[in-house]
């Protein structure tokens, strides 16, 4: 990352408490801004508390959290109203209908559609605006989660987990749909747990493993990763295991 | 620069987003609830008869007992609107689709009052039909359960969520084994053995209140095993007798253990206890399975209070209205389509 340039997010030193126990510790990140940062680990290792606290739904219990140049660690608030987040799919209200939701988060449904763009399409949006909530897949679920971080027209989006329950199909869609939007200019901040999603569409990537970093992955790392992704996921894999921490 | 997001102007902020969020889940609720015109005239009916029940107890009663139990009732009403209230603003602010609204101060402000209008509005109205002299103290309960539960809701035991015990959990997981039941009807039938010196009216009246204590506790539910069982495709019936072990091998041990130590009159209260627990035990898990455990609850409680009405004015009725009421609560469960992906 050169020097001086204009970050989107840049965490130094975070640490997250839940109930008392701190899950995520010391934490440096730094986003850069219109790319895909891509965050990973093992159950438990603290991506979802992470993802959590930068979008304000979770207090920070120290560091520095800069978020477009403004410090903005201890205002969960003003964290909340830069990013458009993905809830978790399970907590969406059953009684409410798709188009119920996206209105909710971004007003008129003609105002969020061209907000949304071919994500609309990818997401497979238009059977799912007028179904009840409670009627909906888990997959089904998942699509207008997604599409609930996107109807807010925000350029810092956060998607946690967001190919969990869905089909191939629309695995590949929202992948190269979401990497068309990231090129054109959005902020994207993605938990994922497969390392051939981070290898082939994330521009820069953390691993997280028992709330610390564990590997930092940047642009030339996931480049290289690319080429052969089936060697980058053994070495990964085997670097996680020797407990070697560190940067490849 | 700073760019302007959908529901941040002061428009939206006025519109109160959370409120018209949640009053629009409500509304969807009440409605999927009572879509049947049968639903309905059972929840007028059950209405009419709870107002003309609190009117008939309030007017019956010196005013200064009224009123004492209307101030009661409104400090607990208000305490409870007020805990409810915030819950559901943490729920917001951590899971909500409306999470910016919900951190904000102005609009968690706007939430909040919003509710408890509404709160006050119908205690007034409850107020005036059951006796309006009431009013002056009921209203001011209410504020003081708001203050009251405002200034305690700081005030909380630290919790670890991670790598604990957990006792309460593997309790109430114990509770549902066939020897938990078997335990608790051995520790109500050794209570009993001294309770024997006491005079019939006494002696009947431990034996029934000591077999509803102990059944309640092996008759939890947890709303989350409840709806997971749903979704991993196991029917009513399944989920059922998973929560009910414990209560049957009570039935079946502290029942004929009465009719032994006391006679056929306590094994009769016994067994009506055991078996109004079962069927509140049914009731609980057929509402798990179709609603929030908040509106599940509320809906039982209705339920319970339609069939204590009628065990006590038509006794003849009640097995026709609890089957009623099972059948009808199975039946939408089946009609509910559950998914995994």
Known sequence: MAAGMNLAIE???????????????????????????????????????????????????????????????????????????????DKLPDALRGRDVLELVGGSIDDVRPRLGTLHQALGLAPLLDRWIGDCSAGMRQRIAIAAAFAGGHSLVILDEPFNWLDPVAIFDLREVLRDIVDDGLTLITALHDLGTLASACDAGLMLADGKVALALDEDALRIAAENPQVFERQTIDRLRSGSFGEI | MVRRLPGTSSADLKAGRLFRQDRLILLNTIR????????????????????????????????????????????????????????????????????????????????????????????????????????????????????????????????????????????????????????????????????????????????????????????????????????????????????????????????????????????????????????????????????????ADLLVSIFAGLLMLVAYSMPVALPVLAIAMLWRLQRRGQAKTWLLA
Request: net charge positive.
């Open chain 1, 11 to 89: 965490l130094t030193g975070v640490t997250v408490e839940r109930s008392g126990q701190r899950v995520v510790q010391d934490v440096d990140l730094i986003v850069a801004p219109g790319s895909w940062f891509g965050l990973i680990g093992a159950n438990g290792s603290g991506k979802t508390s992470l993802l959590r606290a930068l979008a304000g739904r979770l207090p920070f219990a120290g560091g520095s959290c800069r978020i477009e140049g403004e410090e903005l660690v201890g205002d969960r608030a003003a964290r909340a109203l830069r990013f458009g987040f993905s809830p978790p799919a």
């Open chain 2, 32 to 295: 999927a609830t009572f879509a049947g015109w049968h639903d309905r005239i059972i929840a007028a009916f059950m209405l009419v008869a709870a107002f003309a029940a609190v009117h008939a107890w309030f007017v019956d009663h010196p005013w200064m007992i009224a009123a004492w139990t209307a101030l009661a009732a409104g400090v607990v009403i208000g305490s409870g609107a007020e805990r409810l209230v915030r819950t559901r603003l943490a729920f917001h602010a951590f899971d909500g689709l409306l999470a910016t609204d919900a951190l904000h101060p102005q609009t968690r402000r706007r939430y909040m009052t919003a509710w408890h209008s509404v709160g006050i509005a119908l205690l007034a109205v409850t107020t005036l039909i059951v006796r309006p002299s009431l009013l002056v103290v009921s209203v001011p309960g209410y504020l003081a359960g708001v203050m009251i539960a405002g200034l305690t809701s700081g005030v909380r035991m630290p919790k670890r969520i991670a790598g604990t015990a957990r006792p309460g959990w593997t309790l109430r997981a114990w509770s549902h084994r066939p020897i938990a039941g078997v335990a608790a009807a051995t520790i109500l039938l050794l209570l009993l053995l001294p309770a024997r010196t006491l005079g019939t009216n006494a002696l009947m009246a431990v034996v029934g209140i000591a077999t509803v204590l102990l059944a309640l506790t092996l008759t939890s539910v947890d709303d989350a095993v409840v709806r997971f069982m749903a979704i991993a495709g196991h029917r009513s019936q399944r989920i059922f007798v998973h929560h009910g072990k414990g209560i049957a091998t009570f039935l079946a041990v502290s029942v004929p253990g009465c009719w032994i130590i006391l006679g056929a009159v306590a094994a009769g209260i016994a067994a009506s206890a055991c078996l109004a627990m079962l069927l509140l035990l049914t009731l609980r898990v057929l509402a798990y399975r179709l609603h929030t455990k908040r509106f």
